[in-house]
C-alpha cells in the first residue's frame, strides 16, 4: 500500500514556474515507477512525465518536454515536478501516481494516486 501526498500547487502568471512535490508513505516506494498527470476541466486526464525506480529513466508528454524536469529522491520517498516556462494551458488539477510496472504510460497502468493539487497559470 501506497499513499501519495501532493503539494506545491498554486497561481502563477504565464512564464513562470512552479514546483510540485509527491511524498509517498511506504518502505517500497523506490520499486514503483512515478507519474505526474494532469486534468484540465471538461477534458480527461492525460500523462505529463514519469522517472523509473531508480530515477534513472524519465519521459515527458511532448507539450511538455523541455519544461518541465521530474525528479525522485527515494531516500526521503518523494518526486517533484519542476514546471518553468508555464503557459495557460498548462491549468489543471496535476495527480501524481505509483506504478508497480518498470515504466508506464497509461492511467490504467498506475495503482496508487494522490489528491491532486491545482495548478492555475494566468495570461
Known amino acids: 500500500q501506497v499513499q501519495l501526498v501532493e503539494s506545491g500547487g498554486g497561481l502563477v502568471q504565464a512564464g513562470g514556474s512552479l514546483r510540485l512535490s509527491c511524498a509517498a508513505s511506504?518502505?517500497?516506494?523506490?520499486?514503483?515507477?512515478m507519474g505526474w498527470f494532469r486534468q484540465a476541466p471538461g477534458k480527461e486526464r492525460e500523462f505529463v512525465a514519469l522517472?523509473?525506480?531508480?530515477?534513472?529513466?524519465?519521459s515527458y508528454a511532448d507539450s511538455v518536454k523541455g519544461r518541465f524536469t521530474i525528479s525522485r529522491d527515494n531516500a526521503k520517498n518523494t518526486v517533484s515536478l519542476q514546471m518553468n516556462s508555464l503557459k495557460p494551458e498548462d491549468t489543471a488539477v496535476y495527480y501524481c501516481?505509483?506504478?508497480?510496472?518498470?515504466?508506464?504510460?497509461?492511467?490504467?497502468?498506475?495503482?496508487?494516486w494522490g489528491q491532486g493539487t491545482q495548478v492555475t497559470v494566468s495570461s
Open positions: 501516481a505509483a506504478s508497480a510496472r518498470s515504466l508506464a504510460w497509461k492511467l490504467s497502468e498506475y495503482t496508487y
Open positions: 511506504g518502505r517500497t516506494f523506490s520499486s514503483y515507477t
Open positions: 522517472v523509473s525506480r531508480s530515477g534513472g529513466t524519465t
